[in-house]
């Protein structure tokens, strides 16, 4: 299979519409219809299915796209390091993280790394666990930092992965929050109020499932979802919707005095983040520093939080 081929391919699933791909591929409409049309035929299989809003994946093309989606991930991996060996390109880190480590911690060892590393550059992705773990398995990044707990290696031998942070999740709240005060907070408290998820999806649902059952009461549904902490932290700061986030996450409006931890520690909110890389993408020296630097930041205050911790 042609290599630009394949690019077309996934371009256009990414896309989700053959005039967006043509488009950002900078090649005519009939030229990328023409070379999907090819790949078709060469694999005897209809990969996408056409209509007026846009394009779909079959089964044949959700099963091409993962690998698809590699060899590209490969491709670029390969052209940069050549360019980086010949004096004609600057090494290059490709990172996928969960944006609750990203905003602070995250972004804290990467402010190390350019300090001492000025000729590297440094590409970061958010996204959610799945979504990470999809990609690191297609060798899309050089490393992710996504959840640890549940993970085992033995299931998946094409992973490598370290454990660089154990943290408890927190339930958050505006500062003068009717909740923000009173020495105890109960389950039956929480309910009596709107949530607000980090994260599109069931990400958060388990772990407040954990929570509530003990008092024999059902979860709160997220009022809002979002993809972003910072959406999600701004609209717990300026409502009474609260939140479940790690301390660390909130720690400039802590020192603002704009959001507040409420007093629940349990260990159902605790959680463990790991650093991830497949055993068929070999680390760069860069790569590995940033792990280093990362790794370095999480052995201290945050490796492990005090289940005492008041914040």
């Given amino acids: ?25 900078r090649i005519s409409q009939p030229a990328l219809t023409k070379s999907l049309r090819l790949l078709e035929k060469e694999l005897e299989v209809e990969l996408l299915v056409r209509s007026n809003s846009g394009v779909t994946m079959t089964e044949f093309g959700r099963s091409l796209y993962a690998h698809a989606r590699a060899v590209t991930a490969e491709m670029e991996h390969a052209r940069a390091e050549i360019r980086q060996l010949s004096g004609n390109g600057k090494a290059h880190v490709k990172i996928g993280v969960l944006p609750s480590i990203s905003g602070n911690l995250f972004a804290r060892a990467i402010a190390q790394v350019i300090k001492f590393l000025p000729d590297v550059e440094i590409r970061v992705y958010e996204g959610v666990h799945s979504e990470l773990m999809s990609a690191i398995r297609r060798r899309e990044y050089d490393f992710v930092i996504a959840m640890a707990d549940g993970f085992e290696p033995d299931t998946d031998p094409t992973l490598r992965y370290r454990i660089v942070l154990r943290d408890q999740l927190r339930i958050i709240a505006r500062a003068g929050h009717p909740l923000d005060g009173p020495d105890t907070v109960t389950c039956a408290d929480l309910i009596k109020f709107p949530w607000v998820h980090p994260v599109v999806g069931t990400a958060h649902r388990p772990i407040l499932g ?3 059952k003990e008092s024999g009461i059902e979860p709160p549904r997220a009022q809002v979802e979002c993809a972003s902490v910072q959406f999600a932290k701004t609209v717990m700061a300026t409502s009474d919707a609260l939140g479940l986030m790690p301390a660390h996450t909130i720690e400039p409006e802590m020192n603002a005095g704009t959001l507040r931890c409420l007093p629940i520690i349990s260990e159902h909110l605790e959680r463990t983040v790991g650093l991830y890389y497949s055993v068929h993408r070999p680390l760069t020296p860069a790569a590995k520093t940033v792990m280093r630097e990362i790794e370095r930041l999480c052995d201290g205050s945050l490796r492990i939080i005090d289940p005492n911790q008041r914040c």
């Fill in 210 to 212: 954990l929570l509530f």
């Fill in 1 to 25: 299979m042609d290599t630009r081929k394949l690019l077309h391919f996934t371009e256009t699933v990414d896309q989700g519409s053959i005039s967006k791909a043509a488009q950002s591929l």
